[in-house]
């Protein structure tokens, strides 16, 4: 099954239902459609295998998306914020394509051989402005591969994680109904377009008949002024967007009374936080999704009735499910394992592995699927009695002190219950007895933070060994931006000043 | 008539328009209204008569499936006839929707 069916259906079902952009000034479902056609025949006339882009949030980068899978070509959404030389990397391996680029960004790519630029506002012009053309009808494209996204490339050169239209389909026809939204409903996104929840909310809002609004980057301010403006119900957004949009709310005094459900993602978000969102938007369901890349998006769920649950209940055990990440969905298999491959008993920490249709597992030219279709996350977590996610970082992460796999997160868990801890990070340095030890970096909102304490408690509730030996007060963290902790330049910044101390 | 994921189909009786999400595990006719569906750019209005048999209505949205050969397809557009596969009408699929988390 193609994306383009998601829209083409929708299209047929509810031509003039709003689809993308303004209330005053969006596009509806049919003209959705017909522009879309319009760039497909465009692209299929320039006869390159792929189609990118390069540029801020706004309605061509839906229209182009939809195009490409028209087109049979895949779709490459290129990070902006990389420096120019790695940019320029990137750029090269998407030929041949066609870049669709914002004006501003074009003079920093080089010429690369196969690569056609499109400026940006020229494209706007022929497919996005002026009346609403008749649709192009185009014979079904054949290739598998819907998008490439780029990895982050921490580690080395980046990765394109493949994403084929079958792994995409599966997962937006599993996790949504067909025009399951009501008429009025409209989700915001302020993620990029080369984050997977950026390329998954065009697809599922498409299925789901709920309007797309685009921020053209992340604000506090303009995303509450624009969610009051638009009448915005949905929106998702990663850790550090939330408190930020709280604080905008707390000073205007702007309420969001549309609003209806807020996602998040992306990281950990601390407690103190989500008990803030639930305390001044009452009316908002919590929903907290876990997923990556290349499982296309959300693979498991913590929903608006386990936020209740967990924040109204005494049991220690449904208590911290708050800092779960729910359920796996129903569609998929999900197994914590060791290192042997055997399946952890409940509680036991591991790698998570998962096995679906969304799930593609796959770069370009490198499967990373076992051939039993499980695909191994390099994630660390475990699942509790109730079948609950615990989700404790990459397990690249994980801490070896004197032998001991000792995972940041349930450290970290344990400081993020403190009032007084704003952020926090737990690494490990390395260090001669241990190998590594464990350090903590904390955000004060105090200034003051009795670290004695926070070491007393992490010693009862976990152990000795788990318990920081050297604390770092910072004014922040270091966060990509789309709230991922870049946890390998506080390690490296840290130990240098160890190592300098 | 090959029932590919992805084919879309329509009703020859009704409004009702379908989407094959899963195949069926061996070759059969998809019935809408107790009638043969037709491709979806088959140029012939709905014509005669909805079975009373099968006159439970699609809905738009839903799922609906025959267990003995897999086949699942979704409502695209709602009409007066209900779906069969073979004869053997099928049923709806009960799976609650997930919240939007992207």
């Given at each position: 099954?193609?994306?383009?069916?998601?829209?083409?259906?929708?299209?047929?079902?509810?031509?003039?239902?709003?689809?993308?952009?303004?209330?005053?000034?969006?596009?509806?479902?049919?003209?959705?459609?017909?522009?879309?056609?319009?760039?497909?025949?465009?692209?299929?006339?320039?006869?390159?295998?792929?189609?990118?882009?390069?540029?801020?949030?706004?309605?061509?980068?839906?229209?182009?998306?939809?195009?490409?899978?028209?087109?049979?070509?895949?779709?490459?959404?290129?990070?902006?914020?990389?420096?120019?030389?790695?940019?320029?990397?990137?750029?090269?391996?998407?030929?041949?394509?066609?870049?669709?680029?914002?004006?501003?960004?074009?003079?920093?790519?080089?010429?690369?051989?196969?690569?056609?630029?499109?400026?940006?506002?020229?494209?706007?012009?022929?497919?996005?402005?002026?009346?609403?053309?008749?649709?192009?009808?185009?014979?079904?494209?054949?290739?598998?591969?819907?998008?490439?996204?780029?990895t982050s490339g921490t580690t080395g050169?980046?990765k394109?994680a493949?994403?084929?239209?079958?792994?995409?389909?599966?997962?937006?026809?599993?996790?949504?109904?067909?025009?399951?939204?009501?008429?009025?409903?409209?989700?915001?996104?302020?993620?990029?377009?080369?984050h997977i929840a950026?390329?998954?909310?065009?697809?599922?809002?498409?299925?789901?008949?709920?309007?797309?609004?685009?921020?053209?980057?992340?604000?506090?301010?303009?995303?509450?002024?624009?969610?009051?403006?638009?009448?915005?119900?949905?929106?998702?957004?990663v850790p550090t967007?939330l408190?930020?949009?709280?604080?905008?709310?707390?000073?205007?005094?702007?309420?969001?009374?549309?609003?209806?459900?807020?996602?998040y993602g992306g990281g950990k978000m601390p407690e103190?936080v989500i008990?803030?969102?639930?305390?001044?938007?009452?009316?908002?369901?919590?929903?907290n999704a876990y997923g990556l890349t290349e499982t296309?998006s959300t693979i498991a769920l913590l929903?608006?009735?386990?936020?209740?649950?967990?924040?109204?209940?005494?049991?220690?055990?449904?208590?911290r499910r708050i800092a779960s990440v729910g359920q796996p969905?129903?569609?998929?298999?999900l197994e914590i394992r060791r290192e042997?491959?055997?399946?952890c008993?409940?509680g036991e920490h591991g790698e998570i592995h998962v096995?679906?249709?969304?799930?593609?597992g796959?770069?370009?030219?490198?499967?990373a699927?076992?051939?039993?279709?499980?695909f191994a996350t390099n994630d660390a977590g475990w699942l509790d009695?109730?079948?609950y996610l615990f989700v404790e970082g990459r397990l690249d992460d994980v801490i070896v002190r004197?032998?001991e796999n000792i995972s940041p997160g349930e450290i970290e868990d344990v400081l993020r219950g403190f009032?007084?801890i704003a952020d926090c990070a737990v690494l490990g340095i390395p260090?001669?007895?241990?190998g590594e030890k464990v350090v903590a970096v904390i955000v004060?909102?105090?200034?003051?933070?009795?670290?004695?304490?926070m070491?007393?408690?992490i010693?009862?509730k976990l152990r000795?060994t788990k318990t920081p030996?050297?604390?770092f007060?910072r004014?922040e963290l270091p966060y990509n931006e789309t709230g991922k902790l870049l946890r390998r330049i506080l390690k490296a910044e840290l130990a240098?000043?160890?190592?300098?101390? | 008539?090959?029932?590919?994921?992805?084919?879309?189909?329509?009703?020859?009786?009704?409004?009702?328009?379908?989407?094959?999400?899963?195949?069926?595990?061996?070759?059969?006719?998809?019935?809408?209204?107790?009638?043969?569906?037709?491709?979806?750019?088959?140029?012939?209005?709905?014509?005669?008569?909805?079975?009373?048999?099968?006159?439970?209505?699609?809905?738009?949205?839903?799922?609906?499936?025959?267990?003995?050969?897999?086949?699942?397809?979704?409502?695209?557009?709602?009409?007066?006839?209900?779906?069969?596969?073979?004869?053997?009408?099928?049923?709806?699929?009960?799976?609650?929707?997930?919240?939007?988390?992207?």
């Amino acid at each position: 099954m193609r994306t383009p069916l998601l829209l083409d259906i929708a299209a047929d079902a509810c031509s003039d239902r709003p689809a993308v952009g303004g209330r005053a000034d969006g596009l509806d479902f049919a003209a959705y459609r017909a522009r879309a056609s319009r760039v497909a025949a465009w692209l299929a006339g320039k006869g390159k295998a792929n189609t990118a882009f390069l540029g801020m949030n706004g309605d061509a980068l839906p229209v182009l998306l939809f195009a490409s899978g028209m087109a049979g070509t895949p779709f490459i959404p290129l990070n902006y914020r990389l420096a120019d030389a790695d940019l320029g990397k990137l750029v090269a391996r998407t030929a041949p394509a066609v870049l669709v680029a914002d004006d501003e960004m074009l003079a920093r790519i080089a010429p690369v051989d196969g690569v056609e630029l499109v400026a940006r506002s020229d494209f706007e012009v022929e497919f996005l402005q002026g009346d609403v053309p008749e649709p192009v009808l185009l014979d079904e494209a054949e290739n598998d591969i819907a998008v490439l996204l780029f990895t982050s490339g921490t580690t080395g050169e980046p990765k394109a994680a493949v994403l084929r239209h079958g792994n995409l389909t599966s997962y937006v026809m599993s996790t949504v109904e067909f025009l399951g939204a009501d008429e009025d409903e409209a989700a915001l996104v302020s993620v990029p377009s080369y984050h997977i929840a950026g390329i998954s909310a065009i697809l599922t809002a498409a299925y789901g008949g709920r309007r797309i609004v685009y921020l053209p980057a992340f604000t506090a301010e303009d995303w509450v002024a624009t969610a009051a403006r638009e009448g915005i119900t949905h929106a998702m957004v990663v850790p550090t967007m939330l408190d930020r949009i709280l604080d905008v709310m707390a000073a205007t005094g702007e309420a969001l009374p549309a609003l209806r459900a807020l996602s998040y993602g992306g990281g950990k978000m601390p407690e103190p936080v989500i008990a803030r969102a639930l305390a001044m938007l009452p009316h908002v369901a919590f929903v907290n999704a876990y997923g990556l890349t290349e499982t296309s998006s959300t693979i498991a769920l913590l929903g608006a009735d386990d936020h209740r649950a967990a924040f109204a209940s005494d049991d220690p055990v449904v208590r911290r499910r708050i800092a779960s990440v729910g359920q796996p969905l129903p569609t998929l298999e999900l197994e914590i394992r060791r290192e042997d491959g055997s399946c952890c008993d409940i509680g036991e920490h591991g790698e998570i592995h998962v096995r679906g249709e969304q799930v593609s597992g796959e770069y370009l030219h490198k499967k990373a699927i076992a051939d039993d279709g499980w695909f191994a996350t390099n994630d660390a977590g475990w699942l509790d009695e109730g079948g609950y996610l615990f989700v404790e970082g990459r397990l690249d992460d994980v801490i070896v002190r004197g032998g001991e796999n000792i995972s940041p997160g349930e450290i970290e868990d344990v400081l993020r219950g403190f009032a007084d801890i704003a952020d926090c990070a737990v690494l490990g340095i390395p260090c001669e007895k241990w190998g590594e030890k464990v350090v903590a970096v904390i955000v004060s909102r105090s200034g003051a933070p009795d670290t004695g304490a926070m070491a007393a408690t992490i010693k009862a509730k976990l152990r000795s060994t788990k318990t920081p030996e050297q604390w770092f007060v910072r004014d922040e963290l270091p966060y990509n931006e789309t709230g991922k902790l870049l946890r390998r330049i506080l390690k490296a910044e840290l130990a240098e000043e160890v190592c300098a101390g | 008539m090959e029932l590919k994921p992805g084919s879309r189909w329509k009703s020859a009786v009704c409004d009702a328009q379908l989407v094959v999400v899963r195949p069926p595990s061996a070759a059969g006719e998809l019935q809408c209204g107790g009638a043969p569906v037709l491709p979806i750019d088959d140029a012939t209005a709905p014509g005669g008569d909805v079975s009373a048999d099968f006159a439970e209505g699609v809905m738009i949205g839903k799922r609906y499936t025959d267990e003995a050969s897999g086949i699942e397809v979704l409502g695209a557009k709602a009409g007066k006839g209900s779906l069969a596969f073979n004869g053997v009408a099928m049923t709806i699929k009960g799976a609650k929707p997930l919240p939007a988390s992207d």
